[in-house]
């Protein structure tokens, strides 16, 4: 299960990220996940909400952005979206295309709050 690991790393960029801005907390992440990226969602979603589990950063959202497949016709240079392992372009239906986008795993934002005056 390599999303703990993919868990693990983004919220140390996470602490890292609030670690520059003192007085904030971090309140939500969004990550952008392409579909060649091989990452479930949910586990990954299961292994984020374990490891900040009565941690600071409990209660962090996590929002997950889908990418889909997609390609460029080596041909006409059109882009388009993979959908069932149909590789034909659809503007010119040349079967020679290349990947350019849909592996993309990396962090998208993150949004700090100010920390809340405390109440005692
Ligand atoms: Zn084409």
Redo the contacts with the bound molecule.
């Keep these: 299960m390599h999303e703990l690991g993919i868990a693990q790393s983004v919220l140390e960029a996470v602490s890292a990220e609030a670690a520059r801005h003192p007085g904030s907390r971090p309140v939500k992440v969004a990550m952008r996940i392409g579909e060649l990226a091989a990452v479930d969602p949910e586990a990954l979603r299961f292994a984020f909400e374990a490891l900040t589990l009565d941690t600071e950063l409990e209660g962090l959202e996590l929002e997950i952005e889908t990418c889909p497949r997609r390609h460029r016709?080596l041909?006409?240079?059109?882009e388009f979206l993979v959908k069932d392992f149909d590789f034909a372009?659809t503007?010119?239906?040349?079967t020679r295309?290349q990947c350019i986008s849909g592996d993309q795993l990396e962090l998208a934002f993150l949004e700090l709050a100010e920390h809340e005056p405390s109440s005692t």
Excluded at 91 to 94: L, V
């Design positions: 016709c041909d006409c240079s059109t372009c503007r010119c239906a040349s295309s």
